[in-house]
T-cell receptor
Framework: QKEVEQDPGPLSVPEGAIVSLNCTYS??????FMWYRQYSRKGPELLMY????GNKEDGRFTAQVDKSSKYISLFIRDSQPSDSATYLC?????????????FGQGTRLTINP | GAGVSQSPSNKVTEKGKDVELRCDPI?????LYWYRQSLGQGLEFLIY????????KSGLPSDRFSAERTGGSVSTLTIQRTQQEDSAVYLC????????????FGPGTRLTVL
């Protein structure tokens, strides 16, 4: 079983819809949580970064972390065709010196005009 | 400013040949990471450099893989005796180091082993 599970999709929704992307994890040492967006043939770029449980909002994007359930989510409101990309959740341990990111498989999202 | 750059962008090689992939991190970033992204496996950590400390090589899949970082800046990932299963996109990232610092990714090198 992978440390981080993410439904690879693909997910296709109409423009303007609310999108919900999710990841579950098994390692309790994970304390830093990130969402990356990756366009085709490009490297991942950081969208959201959270440390504690709860919600964090940035424009149309909201990241949610529930450490008790080992579950994180990314919500996209008023989705746009430019949001079409692969979304990757990533996590890092709080253990001193542990710098590597552990990624989910990525969810391919298409927003249809 | 300039981001992380990688070269070549694409590399096609024959099985059994050695390849070298290059990464130029963001100036001033002390931490450098290599990841591999392949279909069905997602993005996997390979190796991490931080300043002059010994690298974390825990993600290297076999002894055919090695990496070095010269002068605390440019890094080279070497794959010896390439196999078809090595075909993937190899991504490099850099950061300022420390627990909270964002990793900035390069565009990757797409490696195809025939």
């Amino acid at each position: 079983q992978k440390e981080v599970e993410q439904d690879p999709g693909p997910l296709s929704v109409p423009e303007g819809a609310i999108v919900s992307l999710n990841c579950t994890y098994s390692n309790s040492a994970f304390q830093y949580f990130m969402w990356y967006r990756q366009y085709s043939r490009k490297g991942p770029e950081l969208l959201m970064y959270t440390y504690s449980s709860g919600n964090k909002e940035d424009g149309r994007f909201t990241a949610q972390v529930d450490k008790s359930s080992k579950y994180i989510s990314l919500f996209i409101r008023d989705s746009q065709p430019s949001d079409s990309a692969t979304y990757l959740c990533a996590m890092r341990s709080i253990i001193q010196g542990a710098q590597k990111l552990v990624f989910g498989q990525g969810t391919r999202l298409t927003i249809n005009p | 400013g300039a981001g992380v750059s990688q070269s070549p962008s694409n590399k096609v090689t024959e099985k059994g040949k050695d390849v070298e992939l290059r990464c130029d991190p963001i100036s001033g970033h002390t931490a450098l990471y290599w990841y591999r992204q392949s279909l069905g496996q997602g993005l996997e950590f390979l190796i991490y450099f931080q300043g002059n400390s010994a690298p974390d090589k825990s993600g290297l899949p076999s002894d055919r893989f090695s990496a070095e970082r010269t002068g605390g800046s440019v890094s080279t990932l070497t794959i010896q005796r390439t196999q078809q299963e090595d075909s993937a996109v190899y991504l490099c990232a850099s950061s300022l180091g420390g627990q909270d610092n964002e990793q900035f990714f390069g565009p990757g090198t797409r490696l195809t082993v025939l």
